[in-house]
């Protein structure tokens, strides 16, 4: 630090500051005596510093940056004497102000550092606080100091993973979830015996990035809406600090890491969901909070007119494929699985990313390449959602570089038009349970991540619930949500009291969730669909923090056999290696069986490319070649339709006998406490039934 005093400096408010280093961007903490100040933009014309102490209105201290500490297109200061502890900070650009060259510069306006690792101003989920400041989102420096105790990210092969999706808040919200720190990071902490009861090795966190709450609302009406999903970031390096018990002490960081620690302790991997899509600053009305202000044709996709181009549905486009956008995109990833020790990212929209300053999609995006061959990111699990609200629909065809996963988005509507009833599907079911090869055949089943509900949409239960969408709450006269639901309400629409609806409709929910977690690829599940969680028919809650969006947990006591059988499925799942392979193995291995074959209610006699209700999976695993003490086999049986259908089983090498493990009409025998089949040849599926046999 003696070094850094010998350069001149210059003085203002008490303050001395002086040139600082391009790199790293935001503001870096150097030793205990100087912060580094660093950031972009190639358009503007000067730039200053303004800094504030917590929650005052007006600025203690503006520091315009000299002519001489601008760097190319960079400014940056090193500045010293701030206590961190109690200061916010942000930048005023000024530069020409023309909408229709995409210029928009205003230097009455103070904008958030796009690298800020802590934002302020929404430290207490719901709490509408500085609603009159022009400066809202504040940056945060923070200690980059926590003890990790030689944590790292975990690399169980992507295979191997059971996701878990869920929203930090809604999981642990209600009062029925009887922890201390409800719906905050501390409250998942809670909440990992349970995820571990269940068998889950990996959650998948709804947006954590920093976002407001308040961006549909003034904040101050009964009923609000909120954006409670948080897909519409304000800024990609902070946490969400109104998740955090202590967000309002300025804590938020650490306690997440603290969270992740503590799921990787558990062997838990933490995948993040992320929007690098667009931006909360939405389209030409929408706010500037950031980039817009910053360098506004840099980051965003511009029409010819200076109007924002939308891809994404939400107002604005951003420029992923420009080479600024490219890096800082990059820089987010890297320090989050530096600093955070993430495992993996789900991208939103990911199309978007594959598109070129014109909107046009590339064969080898850079942006996508970059990320498939980064050093840093080298063992991180990439999965992409391979469409975007432009209509670019790339399931299957998401450029890989046999790096990226994909959302299986034709897993989900094959699986759910077969269980509905449509025996036409079954030939693509088959690929879809084989790991979909039609698609993945170079990438292996691993590049599939199955799912048949996720929070946009039907939670498991409502899909079996509602044949239409129930989104009155929402403000938008049912307007919003997708018609397109693949959905089935088993004879009435909705509540119920019919025995027999209701039996129906537990024995659908066990149908989807048997195939789901026997089928090659990476399973993907809802949270609280292990225990028939419902939004009463909502299948677009973004704008709701209230019941119809938290986990009611009351209802695992009510399902608990569901809860069960699926926690008997996962074990299953885990235990036999053959559901999890690598590649597209099929061929005789040696236990003198096909690895993988299919079979109608006659064993060896299907025809693949009929029509058909019923079905039945062999799985064949040798010992020798997955590592496991001895032979086993599965079999899985599977009626679609509406009348019992009997199912002859195929003879085992050495007359091993068939065990019963489950069968949706409500039996369940745990591993190792299967119950031997009485008729060990034959075995009677009723209407809308699968099981699933081992030996």
Not at 11 to 29: D, M, S, W
Not at 603 to 617: E, G, M, S, Y
Request: charged share 20%; with cysteine; glycine share 8%.
């Amino acid at each position: 630090m003696k070094l850094i005093d010998t350069f001149p400096t210059n003085e203002i408010n008490g303050l001395q500051y002086r040139v600082g280093r391009v790199l790293p961007f935001g503001a870096t903490l150097i030793g205990n005596s100087a912060v580094n100040f660093s950031i972009f933009s190639r358009d503007a014309v000067s730039c200053s510093l303004v800094l504030y102490r917590h929650g005052e209105k007006e600025p203690f201290v503006e520091i315009p940056f000299p002519e001489e500490f601008r760097i190319g297109n960079v400014y940056t200061m090193m500045v010293f004497g701030i206590t961190i502890e109690t200061t916010e900070y942000g930048y005023r650009f000024d530069g020409v102000y023309d909408p229709a060259r995409g210029l928009r510069f205003d230097k009455n306006k103070v904008l958030l550092d796009p690298y800020a690792k802590s934002v302020s101003g929404r430290s207490i989920w719901g709490k509408f606080k500085m609603q009159n400041s022009s400066f809202v989102h504040r940056g945060q420096i923070i200690r980059e100091d926590y003890d990790w105790e030689g944590d790292k990210p975990l690399e169980i092969p992507m295979e191997d993973l059971i996701i878990y999706e869920m929203h930090v808040r809604g999981f642990t919200r209600a009062a029925s979830s009887k922890i201390k720190y409800r719906g905050t990071y501390a409250g998942i902490v809670e909440k990992i015996p349970y995820l571990k009861s269940l068998g889950i090795n990996c959650i998948e966190l709804m947006p954590v990035f920093a976002f407001d709450e308040f961006e549909y609302s003034d904040g101050k009406s009964a009923g609000k809406r909120l954006n409670y999903w948080g897909y519409s970031t304000v800024c990609f390096f902070a946490p969400k600090a109104g998740y955090a018990a202590s967000g309002p002490y300025g804590m938020e960081a650490d306690e997440f890491k603290n969270l992740i620690k503590k799921l990787h302790q558990n062997g838990i991997v933490v995948i993040l969901d992320v929007v690098f899509n667009h931006t909360a600053e939405g389209n030409e009305d929408g706010p500037t909070i950031s980039y817009k202000g910053i360098d506004n044709r840099t980051y965003y996709l511009l029409t010819p007119e200076g109007g924002y181009v939308n891809f994404s549905g939400c107002g604005n486009t951003m420029n992923c494929n420009k080479a600024v956008v490219r890096n800082h995109i990059l820089d987010c990833l890297r320090y989050w699985v530096a600093s955070y020790h993430i495992d993996g990212f789900r991208f939103d929209l990911a199309s978007i990313l594959t598109r070129d300053n014109k909107g046009n999609p590339m064969v080898s995006p850079p942006l996508i390449d970059t990320l498939a061959h980064d050093a840093v990111l080298g063992r991180t699990r990439l999965i992409a959602e391979a469409w975007d609200a432009g209509g670019l629909y790339q399931v299957g065809n998401f450029p890989s570089w046999h790096r990226w996963s994909e959302w299986n988005g034709k897993y989900r509507d094959c699986l759910r038009r077969f269980i509905k009833g449509d025996a036409a599907c079954a030939p693509e079911l088959y690929s879809r349970i084989s790991g979909s090869e039609d698609l993945y055949n170079r990438r292996g089943p691993a590049a599939s991540i199955n799912f048949i509900t996720c929070h946009d949409g039907f939670t498991l239960y409502d899909l079996v619930s509602y044949n239409e969408k129930h989104n009155e709450a929402n403000g938008e006269d049912n307007r919003d949500g997708t018609n397109c639901n693949d959905s089935w309400n088993c004879g009435t629409e909705g509540d119920t009291d019919d025995p027999e609806i209701l039996a129906l409709r537990m024995r659908q929910i066990r149908n989807f969730q048997t195939l789901l977690l026997t089928s090659r690829g990476v399973p993907m599940l809802l949270s609280g669909d292990e225990f028939a969680n419902t939004q009463k028919g909502n299948n677009n809650a973004y704008c709701h923090d209230n019941m119809i969006s938290w986990l009611d947990w009351g209802r695992l006591g009510k399902y608990g056999d569901l809860f069960t059988y699926v926690q008997t499925l996962i074990a299953l799942r885990s235990a036999h290696p053959v559901l999890r392979a690598p590649h597209f193995d099929s061929g005789i291995n040696g236990t003198g069986l096909p690895e993988l074959s299919f079979h109608s209610t006659t064993p060896w006699n299907l025809d693949r490319n009929a029509p058909a209700l019923t079905f039945a999976v062999l799985y064949a695993e040798d010992h020798v070649k997955y590592k496991t003490e001895k032979d086993a086999f599965l079999y899985i049986l599977v009626n679609a339709h509406w009348e019992e259908h009997t199912f002859t089983l195929p003879e085992l090498p050495g007359g091993l006998q068939w065990l019963l493990l489950c069968a949706s009409r409500g039996i369940c025998n745990p591993i190792g406490e299967e119950t031997r089949l009485q008729v060990p040849t034959q075995f009677t599926l009723g209407p809308r039934e699968t099981a699933v046999l081992i030996s």
